[in-house]
């Protein structure tokens, strides 16, 4: 009998794969088609139909292109740096709750919690290895704005989690079959959403790829293969952040389409800010993060926490 369970979940996990990647080829050729109309031109579209295969001709290329190595960078972990990125973002998947026949565990919060701290190594390896000035600085800056942010974002989570009372994300659904979150948790779903920026290393806040006086930050020696899985990650958790802001905000119901035309606007959402946003200044970053979020968050963590005790104290 098990043998039945083992294949669902390896076809499930493969499937699921398979959508990431194809989801992750979309989205860079959505996100080139509107930059490309923000600043008034049109984006890709000379390969077939309207530059729709665009993104698959552009990982053809970059696979097959010779791989360059630093002559001083430390081999193994410059190799596998990216790999390890690209295998955390993926993982991550696992805990969106989705009824295949795959994995849909009670610690899901948990498990993303742990996952999203994970991705600050593969950064900080990729840099260190590299043994380049601009790409030290890039994985400097990043482990400082993931570290700073990751505080306010799980303190933000833990306001949900006194109120569901639960670490899996079925959860939020059902909480949320009267009232989305959205409208109880306003000001803490804009903290969500911001500091989801920062932990994507996206506009406003992209220091660690900061092109102007970074060259191309951490990836800067990165080439062909190495710098697409890289890219491949980034996207990905910009995909997996836009789905973890429908689930727990709107009700992330998985059995309609609505919630998948939410999670493309979100995703649109993450590219609307990269073409209208300049690039924040580093000192104001880290006083957005220890200065504003972390004391709201705080204080709304002790209310909700309030809000609970006191429910549990009228219904006992």
Known sequence: MWYNDLFMVLYSGLLLLICILIGVAFLTLMERKVLGYIQLRKGPNKVGYLGVPQPFSDAIKLFTKEAMYPLMANYSIYYFSPIFNLFIALLIW????????????????????????????????????????????????????????????????????????????????NYQSIMWFFVMYFPLSLIWFVSSLAETNRTPFDFAEGESELVSGFNVEYSGGGFALIFLAEYASILFMSIMCCFLFIGGDYSSAYLYIIVGFMAFIWVWIRGTLPRFRYDKLMYLAWK??????????????????????VSM
């Open 94 to 173: 696992v805990c969106v709750p989705i009824f295949s026949g795959f994995m849909n565990f009670n610690l899901s919060i948990l498990f993303f919690l742990c996952c999203a701290s994970m991705g600050v190594y593969s950064v900080m390896l990729a840099g260190w290895s590299s043994n380049s000035n601009y790409s030290m600085l890039g994985s400097l800056r990043s482990i400082a704005q993931t570290i700073s942010y990751e505080v306010s974002l799980a303190i933000t989570l833990l306001s949900f989690l006194f109120l569901v009372s639960s670490l899996s994300l079925e959860e939020f659904k």
């Open 292 to 313: 504003s979020y972390l004391p709201v968050s705080l204080n709304f963590l002790f209310f909700y926490f309030g809000v609970k005790m006191f429910t549990l104290a």
